[in-house]
């Protein structure tokens, strides 16, 4: 016997397709959303790293002390979400790390956070340099 | 063909069965052919309410998703734009108290009893205002409570009318004419928005100057805090 329509399986598939179809293109916009959130971690973090780092050239380079601070989770109230790694060192004049005083420290500052997104990046790092005067 | 046909004359013989039978059949099969029409004429209430049903289901499935989809796209055009304003607004601020030459503002040194506005010394080359020949431009922040606008003024301080002012002083410079002590009055140069759905803007410190600026969009917040260390006092 010929078929004149539809049975009710095909209809059924086809909707199950249209409604997969339709479900991976809205997805964009959460997946959007927790990439948008992702931005503003790492904005924030830009500013806690700063604020350590705006704290630090406030000293004097005798106030420096080399070696590492961990910081987890950072005091300040707006950055508590975050660890902070801060290590300063002497470095020589070709930049490279050194134990021996020198007249130039580097400061490096490492944020880190729990990123939702596996693909985006999860800390930001900071370098810069002191020297004496 | 007519379904009244009237039959032939009767014939004797294998004809006549043969003719019979052919006209059984034919009636059969006519009789057949109307009923399986009649049956396909319409649907029936149950493949009616079957088929709105899943329709109303799908409809619904699809709804959902785009309700729940328009709603992260909200989330996200308000975060992002947050994001931006206070971006914008906390780099200038940066920018320019890094480089102030004074603080203006009686800030308190600790959390407890913060600032909601600043202003300071401008230490950069107050462009485009060069030609008034001042040597003291002033910078105030402070957010529009109504408007929930962070405004970015640009002053000078004067003794004379700001309309006529062609002399400009420092802001707490005084005169004494006649034993009278007069004091200098800000004039506004400009005053720009430079930031919106700002909630809260909180300021302290000296040397160190921290920077809270809490935003509101949509009944989300968001909140950043950094220092700047000002280099030129």
Known sequence: MPQNGFSLIELMIAIAIIILGIAIVLQIFPGSFSMEKNTEWQTKAVFCAQEK????????FAELTPGTTQEN???????????????????????NETDSPTSLKKIEIKMQWNSVLKIAPNEVSFVTLFAEK | MPKNKKLKPQKQGLLADNIKLITIMKKLYYLQENIQYNKQKAFTLVELVVTIGILTMVV????????????FYQLTESQAEMLQNSRVVLERM?????QAKEIVTALSQSPDNPSSQIEFQDGHHPSPYDYLNSLYYYIRYYVSTTTGEMHRQYLVYCFDECS????????????????????THPCVLEDKIVGEFIKELKIWGANIITIVLQLEKSSRQIEIQTNVFTRNF
Not at chain 1, 53 to 60: H, N, R, T, Y
Not at chain 2, 60 to 71: D, E, P, V
């Open chain 2, 94 to 98: 940066n920018r320019e108290i890094r």
């Open chain 2, 164 to 183: 006529q002012c062609s002399n400009f002083f420092k802001w707490n410079d005084i005169q004494i004419i006649n034993g009278n002590t007069i004091t």
């Open chain 1, 53 to 60: 780092m705006e704290a630090l050239l406030a000293l004097s």
């Open chain 2, 60 to 71: 619904g499935i699809i709804f959902a998703l785009y309700w729940t989809s328009q709603k």
């Open chain 1, 73 to 95: 989770p950072v005091p300040t109230p707006a950055c508590q979400a975050f660890s902070r790694t801060t290590k300063i060192s002497y470095v020589d004049a070709n930049l």
